[in-house]
């Protein structure tokens, strides 16, 4: 049926050809995304005090100020997060995680998911948003110039969805912040 609307369509060949690579790829996908989706319905959520050893006390020269936890929406969604500061004030990291584990996490680690998925990419004169690889991890990232403003959300063994937000920091400071994470030890929670 597919081939059928791509003939009677104006498309060019090559144009059909994209068109059949990405609906096959698309399809070959679906199962794998369903398999996941069904691993984490059944999967229990980590704990506060897993998220709060995971949590490192040093990013570099940033320090752990404060450790938030929570339950999002009255569901059973674990999240937790962290604020990094170091001497000068008008530096901050803060590092969110959602679990997406359970019937209802899903939903908390949507945009996180996006970054795993698709391709993006807007930019304005003093701002940007858009989806990249770096250093093994496919990541939506947002930049704004005032402030030196950056997030950065990726998912990490399709289960946990992280956000890093720098304020006053580069490009380079916030992603040697990134590699300090253990990433792996999540795997095991």
């Given amino acids: 049926m597919l081939l059928l609307t791509l003939m009677s369509c104006n498309n060019s060949t090559k144009e059909n050809k994209v068109i059949i690579q990405e609906t096959t790829k698309t399809v070959k996908e679906t199962p794998k995304i369903n398999n996941f989706r069904e691993r984490l319905k059944v999967t229990k ?82 701002s940007y948003q858009k989806t990249y690889e770096n250093n093994g991890l496919k990541v939506l990232e947002t930049y704004v110039e005032k402030d030196s403003y950056y997030e950065v959300k990726f998912l990490v063994d399709m289960r946990f969805g992280i956000t890093v937000v720098s304020l006053g920091i580069n490009h380079d400071a916030l992603w040697r912040a990134i590699s300090e994470l253990n990433l792996n030890k999540l795997k095991t929670l």
């Avoid at 604020?83 to 209802?104: L, P, R």
């Fill in 45 to 126: 959520p980590a704990t506060e005090s897993q998220f709060k050893n995971w949590l490192p006390t040093n990013l570099g020269d940033f320090k752990r100020m404060e450790f938030t936890k929570s339950r999002i929406s009255q569901n059973d969604i674990a999240s937790a997060g962290a604020i990094y500061k170091n001497n000068d004030a008008t530096k901050k990291i803060e590092i969110t995680i959602v679990d997406g584990a359970s019937k209802e996490g899903l939903l908390a680690i949507n945009s996180h998911y996006m970054a795993q998925t698709m391709k993006f990419r807007s930019k304005k004169s003093s």
